[in-house]
């Protein structure tokens, strides 16, 4: 049995994605309850050259967005970087699961061999659609999303291992 490249891509973006607005929630609420500046939580860093929090939700949610979209052969959405609360941080999770349920497994499929070119260190990179999922889109989706994750546990927010993997089915 194989893998398409759609349940590589799109149902593994809505999980972490859905688990990743649940731990948006929780530290939403974290603040109110103990009386915390949200934005001390939003302009959060694990180190002074990392980017903030807020940041490493965008990326996430751009990734899922991109990637999506790229390997079905079209052109991915825009969305401005203007978020400045959770209830923001959350409506842009919000609209990339609304992106993401636009897809079938038939726009997707079939993407393996698809050339993806994207700029890496300035310069083209040439992908295969295979190529860019595995060894570029994902990682980079895993890494903002847990740094996000990993910034919130960091400053204090009850977290554990099950709330970034999500419900398990």
Do not use: C, W
Not at 127 to 143: D, E, H, R, S
């Amino acid at each position: 049995m194989s893998i398409t490249m759609y349940e590589a891509s799109v149902p593994v973006f809505t999980r972490t994605l859905t688990a990743l607005r649940a731990i948006l929630q929780k530290a939403a609420q974290h603040a109110e309850a103990r009386k915390i500046d949200p934005t001390a939580l939003l302009q959060a860093r694990l180190y002074p050259d990392m980017f903030t929090f807020t940041r490493q939700v965008q990326i996430a949610t751009d990734f899922a967005n991109s990637a999506s979209a790229r390997l079905a052969g079209k052109e991915p959405p825009s969305l401005p970087d203007t978020e400045t609360t959770f209830a923001d941080l959350m409506a842009r999770v919000d609209r990339t699961l609304e992106h993401l349920r636009s897809f079938k497994p038939q726009d997707i499929d079939g993407s393996e061999s698809r050339e993806i070119v994207r700029p890496l260190r300035g310069q083209p990179h040439r992908f295969t659609g295979t190529g860019f999922l595995l060894q570029y889109v994902l990682p980079n989706f895993f890494f903002h999303a847990a740094t996000a994750y990993d910034i919130l546990r960091h400053n204090g927010i009850e977290l554990g291992k099950s709330d970034f993997i999500g419900p398990i089915d």
